[in-house]
């Protein structure tokens, strides 16, 4: 599977891709700590997964959720974040994140994760199961952006 990692932390993308070079069906395609660099990346290869923070030094990350669904880029996101906001989460799912999970889960539950979503190619987390999650009004929207 091929995968790209984006966060404005430089630390974390090496730590991940270094737990995740011992894996011998991955491939890192490339790896960004900027949203324009992430975006050129998932523009010009053949990506799966994008595995994303959501905060960065640029933005609160929805943007660059914003952008891939309106490029309809074939990507299957997976949010790695130290966010609690059930109400962010709920707006990430909204914008085609298919799992979330946060940076004080190890490294070995996000593999799992990335197993999860590369093997069902229909997976599909919603943040409660049962429900799905409520819609947001316009003001919420630039709320949550904000």
């Known amino acids: ?3 790209v990692l984006f966060d404005d932390h430089q630390f974390v993308i090496d730590s991940i891709a ?10 890192i395609v490339g790896t960004a700590t900027r949203k324009a660099a992430v975006l050129a990346i998932l523009c ?12 960065t ?10 952008e891939i ?10 949010v790695y974040s130290s966010i609690t906001s059930q109400f962010v989460k709920e707006f990430l799912y909204e914008y ?14 996000l593999w799992e994760t990335i197993q999860l979503v590369d093997l069902n190619k229909h ?14 009004t316009v003001k919420e929207q630039e709320i949550a952006k904000y």
């Open 1 to 3: 599977m091929k995968i």
């Open 18 to 27: 270094q737990f995740l070079a011992q894996k011998t069906d991955v491939e």
């Open 44 to 55: 010009s290869n053949e990506v799966d997964i994008l595995i994303s923070d959501v905060l």
């Open 57 to 66: 030094d640029e933005e609160v990350g929805l943007g660059l959720f914003e």
């Open 69 to 78: 669904k309106a490029k309809k880029l074939p990507i299957k996101v997976i």
């Open 96 to 109: 085609g994140v298919v799992a979330f999970l946060n940076k004080k889960e190890s490294l070995a539950k």
């Open 123 to 136: 997976y599909k987390v919603t943040v409660v199961e049962q429900e799905k999650p409520p819609k947001l």
